[in-house]
């Protein structure tokens, strides 16, 4: 026995109640859980008195985007210490891969918009020395001290295919069969899913919307059929409606994203808000319509108020202001 965790609450992650007992450890792996002094510490190298504290499987972030931090940072701060173990990068639709080689500084200045992340750490932590999925998570190597993975963000892969007129245009065919080509080599060698932005808070450094807010609905849509065709797979969505209350059509539209893809559909933020408390219970009744079509819909919460600094350098949504 490596490690004996004695006297700990036990939170399993199954939604039992909490309970105290002892956890023992070898080569990794938890080899028993007993009631507190049911496990002979005998021969075990280390022995860890718990009591008081809390002991869980590791917390998954589905929503974050470290996919520039994990380059200069490969704990993942201040995720690492509130129990995260696992992130899931590249949500909506922004992503350093894909990538033209020579084009990093368009993303750049759209992530320091849209995600208020510093273009300074951006120009200096981002030495762009890939151009496909596969290279990146090369360039991340096997280092990093949480596991993490990343979704294709729909903007990457448009202005892969597009160029500079992924913002301003539907695209032709020729071009969405590129884009669908793309998004299945993305899968192929490493990605696990997809994400897009439809939400009018977003948009590049130049400020016109991102490339994804330019694509029609029947692009999302071709593109979620790709990822059906790869198992292990999810999606994610951002829209107005994601914070304003959803609109009849977007429903519709969840509802045929998750269909066609075959997959989960995971829309960033439900929240509870004073100002408008039927709020959170219209928009879970909009994902219930979508279960009911036989879709399966489900939002991304916060367990906690969070304060925001919002301001002109870090804050998306002001840019909605008027001039």
């Avoid at 992650?13 to 002892?22: H, I, K, N, S």
């Avoid at 991340?140 to 245009?169: E, P, Q, T």
């Avoid at 059929?225 to 969840?254: N, P």
Wanted: hydrophobic share 40%; aromatic share 6%; proline share 5%.
């Amino acid at each position: 026995m490596d490690l004996l965790i004695t006297r700990a609450t036990i939170v399993d992650g199954t939604g039992a109640p909490a309970r105290q007992g002892d956890v023992a450890v070898s080569d990794g792996r938890i080899t028993r859980i007993g009631e507190p002094g049911s496990i002979d510490a005998t021969g075990a190298r280390r022995v860890l008195d718990a009591e008081g504290l809390v002991l869980c499987p590791g917390f998954v972030d589905p929503h974050t985007h470290y996919d520039a931090q994990l380059l200069w940072d490969p704990t993942a701060s201040p995720s690492n210490i509130h129990g995260v173990t696992t992130v899931i990068a590249g949500n909506c639709g922004f992503t350093l891969a894909p990538v033209t080689e020579g084009d990093g500084d368009y993303t750049a200045a759209m992530l320091a918009r849209v995600e208020g992340m510093p273009l300074p750490a951006l120009e200096k932590g981002i030495d762009w020395s890939w151009t496909e999925v596969g290279e990146y998570l090369d360039r991340l190597g096997s280092g990093l001290g949480v596991n993490a993975a990343f979704l294709v963000g729909h903007c990457a892969i448009r202005r892969k295919v597009m160029g500079a007129d992924a913002v301003g245009n539907e695209a032709t065919p020729e071009q969405l069969e590129a884009m669908k080509s793309l998004l299945a080599q993305s899968l192929e060698q490493g990605a696990i899913g997809f994400s897009t932005t439809r939400a009018r808070t977003h948009s590049d450094g130049d400020d016109q919307p991102v490339a994804s807010r330019w694509a029609t609905e029947e692009e999302v849509l071709a593109l979620a059929e790709v990822v059906s065709r790869h198992e292990g797979t999810t999606l994610e969505f951002a829209s107005d409606g994601c914070l304003d209350g959803f609109e009849d059509d977007e429903v519709d539209f969840m509802t045929r994203f998750s269909l066609t893809g075959r997959r989960p559909l995971n829309w960033n933020v439900l929240t509870v808000d004073s100002h408008a408390p039927e709020r959170y219970r219209n928009q879970l009744a909009a994902m219930q319509r979508c279960r009911e079509a036989g879709a399966r819909v489900v939002a991304l919460t916060m367990p906690v108020i969070v304060p925001m600094n919002m301001s002109f350098l870090n804050f998306c949504a002001l840019n909605l202001m008027p001039d």
